[in-house]
């Protein structure tokens, strides 16, 4: 698992799916960090995908690095308010940071994926390697 964590942190960017009305939807999304085996992520509670979110709470995040290596976690999503996680994520990104401002910021979301599947793959030939947390 150190090696997706390890990945992640490289590779922050990605793209994240939801279901909206029985469809996929994808968008530009970044990785925030990880604290117990648990893949936190952020979003506003005005923004559709928090709706989606709510509405069907499964998810999948996708990064690929230059050399083409993917990463792809999917699980069940779980919004905290624990307020040191949300200023953790505060700290470690400049950019969500300069949006939300505060850890109380009242439309400030942190989630996080559990009960999921890790999965890397490249174009090695080797097969994808799958870790649960």
Known sequence: MKEIIGFLYENPSGAFATVDNGKA????????L???GMFYFCT???KDVYKQLQQVPF?????????????RLSGKVIFTDDVSMKRKVLENNPMVKSIYQSEDNPIFEVFYIEHG?????DFSGQPPRKFTF
């Open 44 to 46: 506003a509670n005005t």
């Open 117 to 121: 599947e890790a999965i890397i793959s």
């Open 34 to 36: 990880e604290e117990s």
């Open 25 to 32: 939807r994808v968008r530009p999304w970044g990785f925030m």
């Open 59 to 71: 998810a999948e995040f996708t990064s690929t690095s230059k050399d083409m290596v993917t990463v």
